[in-house]
Nanobody
């Protein structure tokens, strides 16, 4: 399984970016696809998750109402639309895949529950 994240870049505060995570190597039925981020000197933190089957989602409180996670089954791709960006959103963003586990916030928000990780894409928000 390979996850290829893209779409990062430099944007001013208040702007928008859309990240993509192209998944290959298998179908993702019964998987959860998620985004995490890690800023310098900080731990990796959960951003958003989507159930591939149902399309149900979870978000971190810090991004609710600003970020939207979605998936395109035909393209085997997960997206993260980020609006109203803030300097504190600056980080390397990673996509990750988790198979066959209970879809609840506690499970999807823990990095150790994930089986596959992409390489990360850098988002920098200037003030």
């Amino acid at each position: 399984v390979q996850l290829q994240a893209s779409g990062g870049g430099l944007v001013q505060a208040g702007g928008s970016l859309r990240l993509s995570c192209a998944a290959s190597g298998r179908t993702f039925s019964n998987y959860v696809l998620s985004w995490f981020r890690q800023a310098p000197g900080k731990e990796r933190e959960f951003v958003a998750a989507i159930s591939w089957n149902s399309g149900n989602t979870y978000y971190a409180d810090s991004v609710k109402g600003r970020f939207t996670i979605s998936r395109d089954s035909a393209q085997n791709t997960v997206y993260l639309q980020m609006n109203s960006l803030k300097p504190e959103d600056s980080a390397v963003y990673y996509c990750a895949a988790q198979r066959g586990k209970f879809f609840d916030f506690a499970t999807v928000s823990r990095p150790k529950e994930y089986d596959y990780w992409g390489q990360g894409t850098l988002v920098t928000v200037s003030s």
